[in-house]
């Protein structure tokens, strides 16, 4: 399996299985609090912003802190994507923008859909970009090596060509380390992207950020700030509590890149939880009660695997090693 396939944030938890700081905060509010269709008590209802601000932390470079008492089962806030992409598996299963699980019936099986006139009116302009195009060679070669990331770089790419975002607009987010190995292996996927581009007769100055450079440095960031969309969808009595709030893999419908949720820190036992009950939009809900200045983090990973498990995954896929409180006690 390709080193670039391994690993992307989930949205595990382990009490949910058994076992220049100004312009981090104007980005911060980018996210919103809306109202939560469970019930849970939002900011939005008192028509404030999200109650947290994002600031560099002692150890762990930025994070995100509480600025006032957060209880235990509160939507924090919710967040956008600034990219998603459908998994192929769930390419015709699910809305082409929005990741929500589709009504198959009418659907031609080859086809991509939407789930409503707004989705179709939102990706017009990257659609338009990415009808033009043949995508064959390229989306075969990411379903033989279980890739998914260059998924989303194809995505973004028809995006800044249409005009909806720049190229720079991930350049905030932290960039994984990627060894020579890795580095090899993206070329093949940047060489297909681009060719897919120019046998489609794209000009030059259409696609002149498309740089090798740009390619890598974007999958560096992409891989360890994407998150797995894992759509809960069905009765949602049970998400009250936060008592089922974990997803198993196979729920999972697409991967998506946002800007606040990506400034979340990790911790093996984590006080927030993120989770799609409909679609793309993320839910941040608190776990646990939360003081002010408390600092918000969420599990990268499943929580439920070992100590050995854990850290293993989080330095390779993340490239730290944890040192979270249930780490040090050996749990």
């Known amino acids: 399996m390709s080193l670039l396939s391994r690993y992307g944030r989930s949205a595990c938890s382990r009490s949910r299985k058994l076992r220049g700081p100004s312009t981090l905060l104007r980005l911060a509010f980018l996210s919103t609090a809306s109202p939560d269709p469970l019930g849970a008590p939002s900011p939005a209802r008192l028509g404030g912003p999200p109650p947290i601000r994002v600031g560099l932390t002692e150890s762990a470079g930025r994070g995100v802190f509480a600025t006032r008492r957060i209880g235990s089962g509160e939507l924090i806030h919710t967040a956008e994507p600034v990219v998603s992409h459908p998994s192929l598996r ?12 589709l009504n198959s019936a009418g659907s031609p099986a080859h086809a991509v859909s939407f789930c409503s006139d707004d989705c179709r009116a939102r990706s017009q302009a990257f659609y338009e970009v990415e009808t033009r195009v043949d995508w064959s060679s390229h989306d075969a070669y990411c379903r033989t090596q279980g890739l998914k990331y260059p998924l989303l770089v194809k995505r973004l790419a028809c995006m800044v ?6 190229s720079n607009c991930l350049d905030i987010l932290q960039p994984a380390y990627l060894s020579p190995e890795m580095i090899s292996e993206m070329e093949e996927g940047f060489r297909l992207l681009k060719c897919a581009f120019t046998d ?8 002149a950020f498309l740089t090798k450079q740009w390619y890598t440095t974007l999958l560096a960031r992409i891989r360890i700030n994407a998150f797995r969309v894992e759509v809960v969808g069905g009765s949602f009595e049970d998400l009250l509590s936060m008592a089922a709030a974990s997803v198993e893999a196979e729920a999972a419908v697409g991967n998506a890149v946002y800007m606040l949720p990506s400034f979340y820190n990790h911790d093996c036992d984590p006080n927030t939880h993120i989770i799609w009950l409909e679609d793309a939009v993320a839910r941040l809900k608190a776990l646990r009660d939360i003081e002010p200045g408390e600092e918000l983090r969420i599990c990268y990973i ?15 896929g993340f490239g730290f090693r944890c040192d979270c409180p249930r780490c040090l006690s050996g749990d």
Do not use: F, P
């Open 161 to 166: 060509m249409s005009g909806a975002t720049s």
């Open 302 to 316: 499943d929580a439920s695997l070992d100590w050995d498990a854990r850290q293993n995954i989080l330095s390779q």
């Open 90 to 101: 769930s390419l015709h299963a699910v809305c082409y923008s929005c990741l929500r699980k």
């Open 200 to 207: 489609a007769h794209v000009k030059d100055e259409q696609i």
